[in-house]
C-alpha cells in the first residue's frame, strides 16, 4: 500500500488533461517477454534441486548423516527454490504489475512522445503505447539474449503486433549510452530492469545524461532498477540540480530475496 500511495505521487502536478485512469489496462499485455537474466532463477532452482536431493541421500545413508547436516541441507534447498520461484513471480508478473501503476500514475495525456532505453521484447513499450492513442513511442535496444531470454527486434516486433500497437511504436537497434536522437525529442523516458545491465559505472552515467539530453523541458525520466539505484540518484541530482525521488518497490520486485531489491527513480527535466 506504501509503494502504491508512493507510485501515485509521480502523477502529482502533471496534466490532468484525458489521463488514463489508475487500473484502466490490464497488467500484463499479450505476447511472449521471456525472463530477464534466465540463468539465474534456473541457477537458483537447480540449486535448491541438488541440496534436496542430498539431504534426502544423505538421511538415508547407512549410518545416517549427522541430523544437523540433514537439516541444513533441507532447508538450504527450500531457500534457493523459494528464492528462484520469488524471481520467477518477479519476471512474470511482477515487473508488469509495478510499472502499470507507475504508468498510470504518470497522468499521462495521451498524444506524448516516448523513449523506452533497454526495451527488450517491448513491455514497458507496449504499456506506454496502451496508455498513449495519439501519441508514438520509440524503444531502443543491443537484444541482449543474455538479459532477456528470447530477446531480439523480431520477438519485440510480434509482441507489438499481438496488442495492436505496431503502428505507433518504433523499435531501434542502438546503444542507450550513445543515443541516435536529438536533443529534447521525448516527452518521456523509460528504463526498466536496463541500465544495470551496464557493467561501468562511467557507462551508466553515460545512459542517465543521454536520457536527460533527449527530455524535453517538462519531461519526465521514469527508471526501475536494482543495484545501483542510489548512484542514480546522485547523479541526476547533480545534472539536473532538482529533486530526485528513490521509492523501494517491494516484494514484487525481489529477484530471489530481499537482498536484490528494486527502486523506482524519477525526475522532471525543468531546465
Ligand atoms: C533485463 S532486460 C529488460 C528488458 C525490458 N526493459 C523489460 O523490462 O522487459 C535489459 C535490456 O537492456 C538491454 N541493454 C543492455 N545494455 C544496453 C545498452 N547499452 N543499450 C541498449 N540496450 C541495452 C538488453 O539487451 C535487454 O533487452
Redesign the pocket.
Known amino acids: 500500500m506504501v509503494v502504491l500511495m508512493n507510485i501515485r505521487t509521480l502523477g502529482a502536478g502533471f496534466s490532468e488533461g484525458y489521463g488514463v485512469s489508475v487500473g484502466a489496462h490490464r497488467a500484463r499485455p499479450a505476447g511472449s517477454?521471456g525472463w530477464?537474466?534466465a540463468w539465474v532463477p534456473i541457477f537458483w532452482l537447480v540449486c535448491g534441486a541438488a541440496c534436496l536431493i542430498g539431504a534426502v541421500f544423505s538421511a538415508s545413508a547407512d549410518p545416517p548423516w549427522n541430523i544437523i547436516a540433514v537439516l541444513y541441507l533441507t532447508l538450504l534447498g527450500l531457500l534457493f527454490i523459494a528464492g528462484g520461484l520469488v524471481y520467477l513471480r518477479a519476471t512474470l508478473r511482477g515487473?508488469f504489475e509495478v510499472w502499470a501503476e507507475t504508468l498510470d500514475a504518470l497522468g499521462l495525456r495521451g498524444d506524448e512522445d516516448a523513449l523506452?532505453?533497454?526495451?527488450?521484447?517491448g513491455?514497458?513499450a507496449i504499456m506506454l503505447a496502451e496508455r498513449m492513442p495519439g501519441g508514438h513511442v520509440t524503444g531502443?535496444?543491443?537484444?541482449?539474449s543474455r538479459?532477456?531470454s528470447g530477446?531480439s527486434i523480431a520477438n519485440a516486433q510480434a509482441n507489438l503486433a499481438a496488442n495492436g500497437v505496431a503502428d505507433r511504436v518504433e523499435l531501434v537497434t542502438?546503444?542507450?549510452?550513445a543515443l541516435p536522437f536529438a536533443d529534447a525529442s521525448f516527452d518521456v523516458v523509460t528504463a526498466?530492469?536496463?541500465i544495470h545491465?551496464?557493467h561501468a559505472a562511467g557507462?551508466r552515467e553515460a545512459?542517465l545524461r543521454e536520457a536527460l539530453r533527449v527530455l524535453r523541458i517538462g519531461g519526465r525520466l521514469v527508471i526501475v532498477d536494482i543495484s545501483a539505484t542510489k548512484q542514480y540518484v546522485r547523479i541526476l541530482g547533480e545534472l539536473t540540480g532538482e529533486s530526485v525521488s528513490r521509492v523501494p518497490l517491494g516484494w514484487r520486485m525481489w529477484w530471489t530475496g530481499p537482498w536484490m531489491s528494486t527502486a523506482l527513480v524519477s525526475t522532471t527535466r525543468t531546465r
Open positions: 517477454y530477464d537474466a515487473k523506452d532505453l533497454g526495451c527488450g521484447r513491455a514497458v531502443i535496444d543491443l537484444w541482449h538479459d532477456q530477446n542502438g546503444d542507450m549510452t526498466s530492469m536496463a545491465n551496464i557507462g545512459a
